[in-house]
C-alpha cells in the first residue's frame, strides 16, 4: 500500500483535506482511508494547494471529497468522519473498480479510455451505456467526434448495427488506420481499418465520390409534402397537392408520377405545385433506386449518411425521412436493434425560439419512445443550450467534455439529475480529450482520458451557422451525374510509409 498523506484539520463525512507526503498524487486521484466502522472508503482528490507555513516549511493540502464503500450492491457515504490524522493510501483498482461501478471484463463493453490520473482501463457496459440513449455534448474542439468515434469503433467490434448522420462526412475515415502510434502505446491500442463494415451514403456524390448514391423513397403525408416545398403552397394548392397524393395512395410512385398525378387537376393553381414538384425532383435526392432500411441497419455495419455538400433543408428532409422510416420499420420488428447517432443534432432538433427542423418531431418521438423498440439514440452537440431540451433531458448517459460557455452549462445542468454545482467547475476545467461520463453506465460520474483512436480522425471542416435559405431548391444542381463523379474520384487517405514498419510492433504483441 502506498502512504499518500495524513487527514489534516477539520473532519466532516464528505469532505476533508490532507497533508500530502507524496509527490505522485494529483487532481482527480482516487484514495482511500480506513473507517474504524465501515473499513476501506474510496475518496477522489478534487483540488491540491501548495503554500509556506509560519515556520518557512512548504506544504502540500489536497481538498478531498468522500466517494463511499460499497455493501452488497449500493454504494454508501460513512454516517460519521475518519479519525483525525488518519493516514490516507493511494486507492487500489479493486476499490476503486468496484465502487465506482466499472466493468473488468472487456466482453460487450465500450473501452473508453483510462481513468483520469490513473492507468486504469475504463470498460463502460454497452448496453446500460447507450440504451437509455447517449449525449455527448462539448464546444467545439474538444474532442466530441474523435469520443464518438471511439465509441463506434467499439459498437463494431462488438457488432452493433449503427446508423450515423454525418454532416460534415467526417466519419468515413474509419476506413483508414490510425497512425499515431505512441499514444497507442499508452493506451494499449493497435491501429485497425474499420473499412469492411462501413458502408457510406450520400445526396452528393459529387462531393462524396466514394460514397454510394443516397436515394429516398418518394412517399409523403401532405404535410411532410407542404414543409418541403420550395414556395409556401396557399388553402388551394395544398387541397391540389393533397389529392394528388391520395390518388397514388398505396402504390409506389416516382415525384414524375406525383407530377402527372397534380396535372390531372383542372384549376390553373396546380402550375405552382408543379413547378415546386418539379424542383424536388431536379435536386436528385429522389431519384434512382431507393434504399432499403433493411441494407442501412444490419449486423456489423456502421451505415454513414454523408451530408457533406447538401443545402441545409435537404439534410433536414433527409434526416426527417430516413429517421421516420427506420423509427417504423423497428416497431415492425424488421431492422434489429440499432444505434442511430446524430451529429450536430441542435440543427436538427432545435430548442424552441431557435427554428424549428424538418426533423425536429421524429427526433422528439424517437427520444421519448426509441428504446422500448431498441432504437438507441445519440445526439453530438456543441450548443446544448440550443438542443431541444426534450431531447436531451431523455439522454441517460452523459458524456461531457470541456464545456465553458455559461447558457450551455446550465442547459447540461438543467438535463441531468444530480448535477452538481462541483461538476459544473470540473466541465470548465477539462482539458482536450477529457471526458465527465454520467449515467447508469457508471455508479458514480467519472473523469476519462479518452483513448487514441484505433481508426484515422477525420476533421470537420466548412461548419457554417445553418441559414435557411428561402428557396433552396433552386441552389441545388443535379447531383447525381456519373462522368463527374469519376472525373473527381479522390484517392484514399495516403498512409505514412513508415507505418508498415512500425506497425509491426504491434503484430508481433
Ligand atoms: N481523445 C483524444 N485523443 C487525442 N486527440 C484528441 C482527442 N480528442 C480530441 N483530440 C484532438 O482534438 C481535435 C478536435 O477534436 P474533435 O474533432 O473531436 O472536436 P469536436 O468537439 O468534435 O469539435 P467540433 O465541434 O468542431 O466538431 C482532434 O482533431 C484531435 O486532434
Ligand atoms: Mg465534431
Not at 518557512?56 to 460513512?78: S, W
Not at 452493433?160 to 502510434?181: A, C, R
Not at 497507442?184 to 451514403?201: D, G, H
Not at 428504446?371 to 431540451?389: E, M, T, W
Request: aromatic content about 6%.
Amino acid at each position: 500500500m502506498q502512504l499518500i498523506g495524513t487527514i489534516s484539520g477539520e473532519v466532516m463525512p464528505t469532505r476533508f483535506n490532507i497533508l500530502l507526503s507524496s509527490s505522485g498524487v494529483e487532481k482527480g486521484s482516487y484514495v482511500k482511508i480506513r473507517h474504524e466502522q465501515y473499513g476501506w472508503v474510496l475518496a477522489r482528490i478534487d483540488n491540491i494547494k501548495r503554500y509556506i507555513d509560519n515556520e518557512g516549511e512548504e506544504v502540500v493540502l489536497a481538498n478531498a471529497r468522500t466517494i463511499g464503500y460499497k455493501r452488497d450492491d449500493n454504494v454508501l457515504i460513512p454516517k460519521t468522519p475518519f479519525r483525525p490524522e488518519e493516514r490516507v493510501y493511494a486507492a487500489d483498482r479493486e476499490l476503486i473498480l468496484s465502487v465506482m461501478g466499472l466493468k473488468k471484463v472487456k466482453t460487450k463493453s465500450i473501452y473508453l479510455g483510462l481513468l483520469e490520473g490513473h492507468e486504469i482501463p475504463v470498460y463502460l457496459d454497452i448496453e446500460k451505456t447507450i440504451r437509455k440513449h447517449m449525449s455527448v455534448l462539448a464546444k467545439t474542439g474538444a474532442g466530441k467526434s474523435y469520443t464518438v468515434a471511439v465509441i463506434l469503433e467499439e459498437l463494431l467490434k462488438n457488432y452493433f448495427p449503427i446508423v450515423i448522420i454525418d454532416p460534415h462526412g467526417e466519419y468515413s475515415s474509419l476506413k483508414y488506420e490510425n497512425d499515431d502510434y505512441d499514444a497507442m502505446l499508452t493506451y494499449n491500442v493497435k491501429p485497425r481499418s474499420y473499412e469492411k463494415q462501413i458502408t457510406e451514403y450520400a445526396p452528393n456524390i459529387i462531393v462524396n465520390p466514394e460514397a454510394k448514391k443516397l436515394t429516398l423513397k418518394p412517399r409523403f403525408t401532405l404535410e411532410e409534402l407542404t414543409e418541403i416545398m420550395p414556395i409556401p403552397l396557399g388553402d388551394r394548392q395544398k387541397s391540389i397537392a393533397y389529392n394528388a397524393l391520395r390518388r397514388l395512395e398505396n402504390q409506389e410512385y416516382t415525384i414524375q408520377d406525383l407530377i402527372n398525378s397534380v396535372r390531372l387537376d383542372k384549376s390553373n393553381a396546380k402550375w405552382k405545385v408543379i413547378s415546386g414538384l418539379e424542383s424536388l425532383r431536379s435536386s436528385g435526392v429522389f431519384e434512382g433506386t431507393p434504399i432499403r432500411d433493411k441494407d442501412l441497419v444490419r449486423e456489423g455495419n456502421a451505415s454513414i449518411i454523408n451530408l457533406k455538400g447538401s443545402e441545409p433543408r435537404i439534410q433536414e428532409l433527409i434526416v426527417a425521412k430516413i429517421c421516420k422510416d427506420l423509427f417504423n420499420s423497428k416497431k415492425l420488428g424488421e431492422i434489429p436493434n440499432f444505434f442511430l447517432l446524430v451529429e450536430e443534432a441542435h440543427n436538427f432538433c432545435p430548442e424552441r425560439g431557435f427554428g424549428d427542423a424538418l426533423s425536429s418531431q421524429i427526433l422528439r418521438t424517437i427520444a421519448s419512445e426509441g428504446r422500448k423498440f431498441g432504437l438507441y439514440l445519440g445526439v453530438v452537440s456543441q450548443r446544448p443550450a440550443r438542443i431541444d431540451k426534450n431531447v436531451l433531458s431523455q439522454c441517460n448517459t452523459q458524456i461531457i467534455l470541456k464545456v465553458t460557455n455559461p447558457n450551455d452549462l446550465r442547459a447540461i445542468s438543467q438535463s441531468i439529475e444530480g448535477f452538481t454545482p462541483g461538476m459544473e467547475n470540473d466541465i470548465k476545467n477539462l482539458s482536450i480529450g477529457q471526458a465527465l461520463v454520467m449515467g447508469e453506465c457508471v455508479e458514480q460520474p467519472i473523469t476519462v482520458n479518452v483513448r487514441v483512436r484505433e481508426s484515422l480522425h477525420g476533421i470537420a471542416q466548412e461548419r457554417e451557422e445553418i441559414e435557411k435559405p428561402k428557396s433552396m431548391i433552386e441552389k441545388i444542381r443535379p447531383i447525381f451525374i456519373e462522368e463527374e463523379k469519376e472525373k473527381i474520384k479522390k484517392k484514399p487517405a495516403k498512409k505514412k510509409s513508415i507505418s508498415e514498419r512500425i506497425k509491426g510492433i504491434f503484430l508481433e504483441e
